[in-house]
């Protein structure tokens, strides 16, 4: 009977099919769970900041219509016309006024600040307004809010005013550059960082087994895993090299070195997939030496397996969040739209 000398007989082992490696995949999930993040982020800023400065501009219109209503009462009243022009136009002077247009009791247009006439978009929504209260309303496309504002309770007259959305858009705009920017540096350390984790905790030591276990497969029975861990992975370690020192003292026939030393060839393939990211395969499980560690393996891989299933369910779960915001938004925003109409 011959004697275990640390040397098995070298025997290449079978060629697998290299994947995306694990960490390429916790990269992927980090990108995606923080992209997610950042939609629902920017969403919900652009809605709030949005709404915030269309109420804002609204109030500012309002107070502009209620002055114009107060200094235009006298000169409807007398018919002063040229007055009526140079309030009319005076008001072009106020930011983001585009237009104004002042109408009697009847509503005939009595002075207004356009080239020509009165385009028929704004002569329907005079039309279609109420005209003894103050209100706005968001012309179609949405790029001029129009304020109408009664004069003497609407016994006198309206006065009109349109205010351009265009500050509004390109301060939004604005902020949603600098909200990205930020979310980008914030996605790249985020994903730097999970990625220098998964090295450091998963992939690393893996494919340190995977290394020791190539060793074995070559017939090296002298290097041990070096263990830094008490989870599964560092459980699988010290059960490797439990395995190798059960080995250098087992290994004394020429048959029970070929047999171990095939059995070491199939668990490293099973360990090599793992390394480049395949979860899906497990090692044969036997009852001689290998099998405390092929059990300890599948252990390990079985954990990780459920730790990508979880970052993957919860990268789901906000997919859903931000498909239910998009939803919400969309809702808020035709909302916002019917109340520009309405009496505020």
């Known amino acids: ?15 697998t099919q290299k994947g995306l490696s694990i960490s390429l995949k916790i990269g ?29 501009m609204e109030k500012r219109g309002k107070a502009l219509g209620t002055a114009l209503a107060t200094s235009a009462a006298n000169p409807i009243l007398t ?62 496309g949405g790029k001029t809010i129009h304020i109408s504002a009664p004069v003497v309770d609407g016994l006198v007259g309206n006065v009109h005013l349109g205010l351009s959305t265009e500050r509004i858009e390109s301060e939004v705009y604005a902020m949603l550059y600098r909200v990205l920017a930020f979310i980008g540096v914030a996605l790249l350390i985020i994903v730097g960082l999970g990625v220098l984790y998964a ?60 047999r171990m030393q095939r059995q070491v060839m199939d668990l490293l393939t099973v360990v090599s997939a793992a390394a480049e990211g395949d979860l899906t395969k497990e090692a044969e499980v036997t009852a001689d030496a290998l099998g405390s560690l092929a059990d300890a393996f599948n252990l390990m891989v079985n954990g990780l397996t459920g730790l990508v299933e979880q970052v993957r369910g919860a990268s789901l779960e906000i997919d859903n969040a931000a498909r239910s915001i998009l939803g919400s938004s969309e809702s808020l925003r035709k909302g916002a739209e019917e109340q520009g109409g309405q009496i505020t």
Not at 215 to 226: K, M, P
Request: aromatic share 2%; glycine share 8%.
């Open 1 to 15: 009977m011959e004697r275990a000398t640390g040397r098995i007989k070298r025997e290449e082992p079978k060629p």
């Open 28 to 56: 992927g999930i980090i990108v995606a769970v923080a992209l997610l993040l950042g939609l629902v982020v920017v969403i919900n800023l652009f809605t709030s900041v949005q709404a915030g400065l269309t109420a804002e």
């Open 79 to 140: 018919v002063s016309t040229d007055v009526l022009k140079r309030e009319a136009k005076a008001q072009l002077k106020e930011e983001s006024v585009v237009y104004s247009l002042i109408a009697n009791e009847e509503g005939k247009i009595l002075a207004h600040t356009f080239e020509g006439e009165v385009p028929p978009e704004i002569l329907s929504s005079i039309k279609g307004m109420e005209k003894k209260i103050l209100a706005t309303h968001l012309l179609e």
């Open 199 to 258: 090295n450091n905790v998963l992939v690393t030591p893996i494919k340190e087994i995977a290394s020791v276990a190539e060793s074995v497969g070559h017939g090296d029975l002298s290097r041990e895993v070096e263990v830094k861990t008490e989870d599964e992975i560092g459980h699988l370690g010290e059960t490797f090299n439990e395995t190798i020192r059960r080995l250098r003292g087992l290994l004394q026939t020429e048959e029970e070195r070929n």
